[in-house]
């Protein structure tokens, strides 16, 4: 089992940036693809963007791509989300997840792990 804490929410103003940090503890975040989700109030959970194991490849959401960059390091158990040009439509609970093998990486129930999240607020 792998415990996920997030890092690095705040507030910003728009065009800014943030990077968000993922640690994991508990179990090799190697053994997982990762994906980043967020929330807003009132909103369903959505998929931001997701990164395989070996960190080759990454998946951003269209609604994000160009501005977000999943990244990670496996020698520190870390995954990164980098969020630039931020909007003030970005703001939510950001969430890290592991993914089970196999699985479809922008489907929220394909994470058995979460993060407690972490809060980004973009003001205009």
């Known amino acids: 089992q792998v415990q996920l804490e997030e890092f690095g929410g705040g507030l910003v103003q728009a065009g800014g940036s943030l990077r968000l940090s993922c640690l994991a503890s508990g179990h090799a975040v190697s053994s997982y693809d990762m994906g980043w989700f967020r929330q807003a109030p009132g909103k369903e959970r959505e998929f931001v963007g997701a990164?395989?194991?070996?960190?080759?490849?990454?998946y951003p959401a269209d609604v994000v791509k160009g501005r977000f960059t999943v990244s990670r390091d496996n020698a520190k158990n870390t995954v990164y989300l980098q969020m630039n040009n931020l909007k003030p439509e970005d703001t939510a609970v950001y969430y890290c997840?592991?993914?089970?093998?196999?699985?479809?990486?922008?489907?929220?129930?394909?994470?058995?792990?979460w993060g407690q999240g972490t809060q980004v607020t973009v003001s205009s």
């Open positions: 997840a592991a993914c089970r093998p196999n699985s479809i990486v922008v489907l929220s129930t394909s994470y058995d792990y």
């Open positions: 990164i395989d194991r070996s960190g080759g490849s990454t």
